[in-house]
Each structure stands twice: as structure tokens, then as C-alpha cells.
């Protein structure tokens, strides 16, 4: 459990006076966010002169300060009129968008979209998957769809693309609008038309989880997509290494800057360790150890797991067959285990966090 998970224990004891109900089932408690001995939250009141004010106030304060005595508590009072939640009008079908980011290419962003897609949908929820990654767009062919088209339908007289249908999974991805030769050539303007095309030109259906494959670093695509939909949160990803881990730091600094403020969820490590079929005790760190859990310790964020370097998982993302993976088997283990881990921290996350705003176009 990690500490936030633990302020939201400790703070769900704590009942507010009118109601009987806790301050967290009410959605009262946001803006949690700890840094070093600091304990900062908001507490957001019905009214202006709700009459319980200084009672919750020490309750909130007094459960705190016994289950932390050694962080500094700073509670603020927020009146719900300055509420700043921020409607998703865009896709209100859609409740959460999550990206999954990298700091480089190469350590797994695309496989591991892909997959974890497709381990929430196993876990019942109604999931999506968005291939950002406009300058090397696999999601098509690790889902065996690269020769498809999205449909265009007429809505209203305006053209709408309808995300095309894997096995019960909408998805888009600009390899099944152009040809993948013509990709790299796209800039600025054009490529942030395409983005922002993904979401109000599209049809999608509703969606517990909208799942964003984005290309490596930070540049163009990450700011676009932050100006068009409210992300819920980014997932990092990285190798074991340590250069990974500093590339990785700074993708994940460009979501914190306070004008995009997107909260990092957490970090899955990639590429964990190799281990050969036939000899199932053996495990061998090729591309080093620990960078998944230092960089989730230095972002303050969640450590969501390893995945180990699967033949399979390769096998599979290149022939196009990664809705093979089969309950029970290792690595699917992992990926569910993941993907429960994700929807806990964003279930936690919207219960003390305001809905990201969409960050406005200078
Ligand atoms: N855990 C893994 N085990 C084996 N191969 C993997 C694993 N993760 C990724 N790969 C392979 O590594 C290559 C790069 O992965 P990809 O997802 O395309 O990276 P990115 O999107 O970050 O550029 C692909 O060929 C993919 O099949
Ligand atoms: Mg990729």
C-alpha cells in the first residue's frame, strides 16, 4: 500500500456531520498530494457556511496526525461554489483516458498499451485503445489489424470515424488511416489536427478506460493531446536501466509542469529480467535492476510491476496475435496484476483528485 493509499484509509474513518457518510465516499477530500514531510489536501465544503467546518477540520487533522505523527499536516478549506471540477463535454462517454509514456522507444510503450488493454477488458471493464505514437503507429499490427480501415459514418453532416472493432476492443491508430511510409513526414499543424481528430471526429463508444499509446519523450503529440481531453493520468514506462530511468524522469516532469498538471499514476517496468522456458529457475537482469521501482520512489508515484522479456510477448505483438494471451499463463498473470493495480490508483486518484482540465491553448 502506498501512503496515499493510507491517508485514504485513515481519512475514510473520518464522517461528516450532516450526512453520517465519509469524507471520502463524499469526494471531499482533494488535491492530496504528499512531498517529503509535507502532508497537503483540500477539503471542499457544500456551502460556504456549512456549519460543521471547525469539527471536521479537527477530525480530518486529529486522524491524520495520529496515523502520520511525522508529517506536517496542511488542510485547506475550499467552498464547493470555487469547485473547480472540470467536465469532460468532449467524450463524456469516456471516464478515464490514461497514457502510457516513455521517456524512450524502444522499452515496451507500445506492447505494453496493447496488452494492458486487453488484461482490463479481461477484468470486465469496457476498454478502448488510441495509437498516438503518429510517427510509428504498431498498435495495427501487434493487433492484427493493419489492413483495416475505419469506417466514416454521417452524423449530423459531419463525417465521424468509427474506431474499428478487435474482438470487442475499439481502436484507432493513424497506420489504419495512412500508409505507415507516409507518417514520419508529419509536423506541427497537421499532426495536432490528427490528435485532436482521434477524439471529436471519432465515435467512441462508452469506455471505462481509454488506453493512449504515445510516442517516446516529450514534443508535439503529448502537448496536443493535454489541450484536447482532460487526461486522467499517465502510466511511465521504462526499461531497468539507469539511462531509461533519466529519460523517463523527464517525461514524466513534462506532465507535472503546473500549467499541464497530469497526474503520473505510476511506473511499469519493462524488460525486467530474461527466463529461459527450459530452465525456469534461471533469470537472467539484462538490461540492469531496480530502475522501475527508483523511478517510482523519485516521482512519488505508485510501482506497478515487472515484466519480464517474454518470447511470446514478442512473438505475438509481431504476428498480430496478442488476444492469444491466455488466463493463467505467466505473463498474463503479471499484466492482470498490473491492470488491477492501475484501476485501484485510479479509482483512489478520483476520489481525491478534481478531474485534470484540459490545459488551454496559448
Ligand atoms: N516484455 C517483453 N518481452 C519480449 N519482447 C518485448 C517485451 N516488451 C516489448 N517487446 C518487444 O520489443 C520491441 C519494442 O517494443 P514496443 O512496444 O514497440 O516499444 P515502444 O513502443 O516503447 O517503442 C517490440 O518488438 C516488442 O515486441
Ligand atoms: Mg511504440
Redo the contacts with the bound molecule.
Keep these: 500500500m502506498d501512503i496515499i493509499e493510507k491517508i485514504i484509509e485513515v481519512l475514510s474513518q473520518v464522517k461528516e456531520s450532516k450526512t453520517g457518510q465519509s469524507v471520502t465516499q463524499l469526494k471531499m477530500i482533494r488535491d492530496l498530494k504528499v512531498e517529503a514531510d509535507n502532508l497537503h489536501l483540500n477539503i471542499y465544503l457544500p456551502s460556504a457556511d456549512y456549519e460543521f467546518k471547525s469539527e471536521l477540520y479537527s477530525d480530518v487533522h486529529d486522524v491524520l496526525l495520529k496515523a502520520f505523527p511525522d508529517k506536517k499536516i496542511h488542510a485547506h478549506f475550499i467552498n464547493k461554489s470555487a469547485f473547480a471540477d472540470a467536465p469532460n463535454l468532449l467524450l463524456p462517454q469516456i471516464k478515464n483516458f490514461v497514457a502510457i509514456a516513455?521517456g524512450?522507444?524502444?522499452?515496451?510503450?507500445?506492447?505494453?498499451?496493447?496488452n494492458l488493454a486487453i488484461a482490463l477488458k479481461n477484468l470486465g471493464f469496457k476498454v478502448g485503445l488510441l495509437d498516438c505514437?503518429l510517427y510509428?503507429p504498431?498498435v495495427p499490427t501487434?493487433l492484427g489489424i493493419q489492413n483495416e480501415r475505419p469506417k466514416v459514418q454521417t452524423i449530423q453532416s459531419q463525417n465521424k470515424l468509427i474506431p474499428i472493432d478487435v474482438h470487442g476492443m475499439p481502436s484507432l491508430s493513424l497506420g489504419n488511416i495512412i500508409e505507415p511510409e507516409q507518417a514520419v513526414v508529419l509536423r506541427g499543424p497537421r499532426l495536432a489536427a490528427i490528435i485532436k481528430q482521434f477524439f471529436q471526429d471519432a465515435m467512441w463508444p462508452e469506455l471505462d478506460y481509454l488506453i493512449i499509446?504515445l510516442p517516446?519523450g516529450t514534443g508535439d503529440v503529448q502537448l496536443t493531446l493535454v489541450q484536447t481531453i482532460p487526461l486522467t493520468g499517465a502510466v511511465i514506462?521504462t526499461t531497468p536501466q539507469q539511462v531509461a530511468v533519466i529519460d523517463a524522469i523527464k517525461a514524466s516532469n513534462m506532465f507535472l509542469m503546473e500549467q499541464i498538471a497530469v497526474p503520473i499514476l505510476g511506473v511499469v517496468e519493462?524488460?525486467?529480467w530474461f527466463q529461459p522456458l527450459d530452465m525456469p529457475d534461471k533469470k537472467y537482469y539484462i538490461f540492469g535492476e531496480g530502475g522501475g521501482e527508483r523511478l517510482a520512489s523519485l516521482t512519488n508515484t505508485t510501482f506497478f510491476g515487472q515484466?519480464?522479456?517474454?518470447?511470446?510477448?514478442?512473438?505475438?505483438?509481431?504476428s498480430g496475435k496478442v488476444f492469444e494471451m491466455q488466463a493463467g499463463e505467466f505473463?498474463a498473470e503479471i499484466y492482470k496484476e498490473i491492470a488491477q493495480k492501475i484501476d485501484k490508483k485510479v479509482t483512489l486518484r478520483n476520489m481525491v483528485m478534481a478531474p485534470t482540465k484540459k490545459v488551454e491553448q496559448a
Excluded: F, H, L, Q
Design positions: 516513455s524512450k522507444g524502444g522499452v515496451g510503450k507500445s506492447t505494453v498499451s496493447v505514437d510509428g504498431s501487434m499509446d517516446p514506462v519493462n524488460m525486467s515484466i519480464p522479456i517474454v518470447e511470446k510477448i514478442r512473438e505475438r505483438a509481431d505473463y
